[in-house]
């Protein structure tokens, strides 16, 4: 069987490099790799999001392999065929979405109805023995219930661990591996399991920063529902609590980082399922950590969380309270060295400005939705640029700039001398351009805050941008808008984001030049029209 297994990695590997050098090699680029991307994806040159089909055409291989050399392991498999189904059914919702954006209402019900065919077979969480007491609970219809939570929850995991290059793959390879170990404890997957495992890093040669493919949500979602698949199917029902908590171990810093994104977009109220820069991976960056350096420290610490996990598995799951408590204190030595705990502890400060947050949140939230809007509605981004500098005045900020292929524009409202912040903003990746924001601070409300800074009263009549989560928060949700709104106007057309964008404005609106429609039609503009600084400047 060790031979066969190592067979199998082999070939899992093989497979692998061989389907993603051929997508490498096409001379344009694919339609998965010209989806439009969000905000916080800041490559600059497109990516294949294809590597999830080198893991199927694996895993089809692999499948085969064992029709052939392992029999005797098939025999013991009666959820094969639910496997081979349900994964590829969860590989094409997310390659779907790949192609044409589905929406996460569309794939969460996508998702559910795969996991309870799943549970349709027969295979889910029926009795859970706890690890104190020993004493067995039969969990009758919440066993449905859990089972479905846990294959959902498991193939999301894996897809919002996949914003680092190389994140994602490392962390499914140690997933793989300790699934391995518990199938050939228990009889089952070996094979499939070693041979993933050798997929995964043959995956990992071409996206290991700086990434030449990505998995893509369908790469994603199938890594992530053949983890939760082979993790219950390997468990047997008095063992079920360490064959899942093992993997729980090895996830524990993306259920760590999943949970304080959805608690900080509630309080915030922001969208739970947006998308932004304050993942745990994205602040290692903000503080000085390379590409590189981000992924290896977060394979450091998993590799510690999978000893923990094989300690879970092996010890079936005895040892997990104590367990959890190691994991936990090692999450806190990780966390204070890196000086996250000053910012977790702060909780009066965070719940004071919860109010003011929400509410200045959410009017942007409504602003930024307009500008979006206005996107389908006008004919340059010279008009945008207008609408953008209503929305930045009403949102509080007092200078923009917008810097695009041909040239930069400028604007600044008239303010009194002071301190500023200033937050730069990469649109999709700085191929729609570059935008700059910036704000002036709030002496009397940082100084209300235990910062330094004299007390007294704020006399400032527009919005004040007091607090620097809220500041960082407005920008990403105007630079959001701006984002979509250039989509809009681009109308699924080819044309690159500049200024003039004469031939495109032809198209769209014939014989109208621009000056026209910059007096006929620029719309609402910014109170105080002398306050206007406006910079037209080539690139150099």
């Known amino acids: 069987m060790a031979l066969l297994s190592i067979l199998a990695a082999l070939l899992g590997l093989a497979i692998t490099a061989a389907i993603i050098r051929l997508i490498l090699r096409r001379s344009s680029p694919t339609p998965a790799s010209d989806r439009p991307r969000d905000l916080h994806h800041t490559h600059r040159r497109p990516v294949p999001r294809l590597g999830g089909l080198a893991l ?47 929406g996460a209402k569309r794939k969460l019900l996508g998702q559910i109805l795969i996991a309870l065919v799943v549970c349709c077979s027969g295979l889910g969480i029926q009795v859970v023995r706890l690890p104190l007491t020993q004493h067995e609970l039969a969990l009758h219809g919440w066993g449905v219930l859990l089972t479905v939570l846990w294959l959902v929850g498991m193939t999301n995991l894996i897809n919002l661990i996949d914003g680092a290059d190389g994140l994602a793959g490392g962390i499914s390879l140690m997933l793989m591996l300790l699934l391995a170990y518990v199938g050939h404890q228990a009889g089952q997957f070996e094979l499939l399991a070693f041979g993933m495992a050798g997929a995964l890093l043959g995956f990992l040669w071409f996206n ?46 993306p259920i760590l980082d999943t949970a304080l994104a959805v608690l900080r977009r509630g309080l915030w109220g922001l969208p739970v399922f947006r998308p932004d820069q304050r993942h745990l991976h994205h602040r290692l960056r903000q503080i000085g950590f390379s590409r590189r350096r981000v992924v290896l420290s977060f394979y450091a610490v998993t590799l510690v969380f999978l000893a923990l996990g094989f300690a879970a598995v092996w010890s079936r799951g005895q040892w997990v309270p104590g367990l959890l408590g190691l994991g936990a204190l090692v999450l806190l030595v990780c966390a204070r060295s890196l000086s996250f705990t000053r910012e977790w ?45 209503f929305a930045a005045r009403k949102l509080g900020f007092t200078s923009a700039k917008l810097t695009l292929a041909d040239g930069k524009r400028a604007w600044s409202a008239r303010e009194e001398g002071g301190p500023t912040r200033s937050i730069r903003q990469e649109l999709d990746g700085g191929r729609s351009g570059v935008l700059t924001l910036g704000a002036p601070r709030c002496a009397w409300k940082e100084a209300s805050e235990g910062q330094a800074g004299p007390a007294g009263e704020c006399t400032r009549r527009c919005p004040c941008i007091s607090d620097a989560n809220l500041f960082e928060v407005l920008s990403e949700l105007l630079a959001e808008g701006l984002l979509k709104a250039v989509a809009r106007w681009k109308n699924g057309e080819q044309v690159a984001v500049r200024f003039d964008a004469g031939s495109f404005m032809s198209q769209r609106s014939p014989g109208r030049p621009v000056a026209a429609l910059l007096g006929a039609e620029a719309g609402p503009r910014p109170a105080g029209a002398n306050g206007l600084i406006s910079e037209m400047a080539s690139p150099r």
């Open 56 to 102: 199927v055409a694996a895993f089809a291989g692999l499948q085969l392999f064992t029709v052939i050399a392992g029999p005797a392991q098939q025999a013991v498999s009666p959820f094969r065929d639910v496997l081979i189904l349900t994964s590829l059914a969860m590989f094409g919702l997310g390659f779907w979405d790949d192609l044409r954006p589905l």
């Open 208 to 253: 290991y920063p700086p990434a030449r493919v990505y998995l893509g949500d369908g790469g994603a979602y199938f890594l992530g529902f053949q983890i939760g698949f082979l993790s219950l199917v390997n468990s047997h029902k008095g063992e079920v609590f360490g064959a899942l908590a093992g993997p729980m171990f090895v996830l524990a810093l």
């Open 345 to 389: 502890f702060h909780v009066g400060r965070v719940m004071g400005n919860l109010p003011e947050m929400r509410r200045e949140i959410q009017y942007a939230l409504s602003l930024t939705r307009w500008l979006e809007l206005e996107g389908g509605r006008q004919t340059s981004p010279e008009l945008l640029w207008l609408d953008l500098i």
